[in-house]
């Protein structure tokens, strides 16, 4: 028979945890530390703000997309921290305000204008200043999601499978090669975007991963080249998790986007066609590389890097 000792220890187990390598939580007059919960303050807000966003999401005109990604980042940066004791929010403020800030979105929107692959729907018809604004403040959580995702998976044990694997190795020619192949593919599926839409999630990667590579800067092709493939496999199963939230809380939305993605229009999963959803793998890697471009022109690529299971813990100094 369990008596009242253990049911209680175990009920707390669930929600409280004790982790030596997290600071210890303080608060002004209060002479005893706090406990730690299932997730840290952070975290308990994103849930708090996912459970408004979600339903007004379904039942008022205006955009809430903000708030609701805005949860969702929070309540994941809580479970990394959780798990690895680190997070991008605890290690760079700066490097997570970059990512919101940074016009990223945009650039596929320029494309969608071309290629028509989606529209939006129950949006305000004006197009003045403040539906810029608030459709810039939407797009700018893709960077933070896809970068916390892909760190929350690579905080699970299974990614150790990638880091000893055959090395993929580039010369610099054909480095330089690859991303000339990014700029041609780009300016060709812009011109026959009906046939090469699809070129829209590859494109990018190809142009600046391996200037990124050449730089010195974090890279994709450099990873490769040491046989680690764990960067690869966080981003790309990272972006895809993301996808699958973004097509779920987009179904029922009042404001929301519809795809005529022509060939590949069949067997949808929500919204998305099911083979849309193999866009988002290789958009993961297009968002780490376009990032740390960024980043590294800024002299902030060190800062950038995210923690991966089966290496050194990156400090949260």
């Known amino acids: 028979m369990l008596n009242y000792s253990s049911v209680k220890a175990s009920l707390e187990d669930l929600v409280i945890f004790r982790d030596e390598r997290l600071p210890v939580r303080r608060i002004p007059l209060r002479e005893k530390p706090l406990r730690r919960y299932f997730l840290p303050y952070r975290g308990l807000l994103g849930l708090l703000l996912i459970a408004i966003a979600w339903p007004l999401s379904q039942q ?17 940066d809580g479970l990394v921290l959780r798990r690895t004791a680190t997070s991008l929010l605890v290690r760079s403020p700066k490097i997570m305000a970059v990512m919101f800030i940074l016009p990223y979105w ?24 403040i539906s810029y604004f608030e459709a810039t403040l ?37 480095m330089i090669f690859t991303s000339i192949f990014g700029v041609v593919s780009l300016a060709a599926m812009l011109i026959w975007p009906t046939y090469l839409f699809p070129l829209t999630w590859l494109s990018l990667f190809f142009i600046f991963d391996p200037i ?48 005529n993605i022509g060939y590949l229009d069949f067997a949808r999963i929500f919204e998305m066609p099911l083979l849309g959803y193999g866009g988002y793998l290789p958009f993961g890697l297009e968002t780490y590389a376009a990032f740390h471009f960024v980043a590294g022109v800024l002299g902030w690529s060190s800062e950038a890097k995210i923690s991966l299971r089966g290496e050194p813990r990156v400090s949260s100094a």
Not at 229 to 257: H, K, P, Q, T
């Open 60 to 76: 008022i005109t205006q955009n809430v997309f903000f708030p609701l990604w805005l949860g969702f980042i929070l309540v994941v």
């Open 106 to 129: 945009w650039l596929f929107e320029g494309i969608n204008q071309i290629t028509q692959n989606w529209v939006y729907v129950g949006t305000k018809t004006d197009e003045g200043l």
């Open 138 to 174: 939407s797009y700018s959580t893709v960077i933070p999601v896809v970068f916390e995702v892909s760190e929350l998976v690579g905080s699970f044990g299974f990614i150790e499978r990638f880091a000893r694997l055959r090395a993929f190795v580039l010369s610099k020619r054909q």
């Open 212 to 259: 990124n590579s050449l730089a010195g800067r974090p890279s994709i092709i450099s990873q490769m080249r040491k046989g680690d493939y764990r960067i690869v496999v966080a981003f790309a199963l990272g972006a895809l998790v993301c996808g699958f939230f973004w097509e779920m809380w987009n179904r029922d939305a009042s404001v929301a986007w519809e795809y």
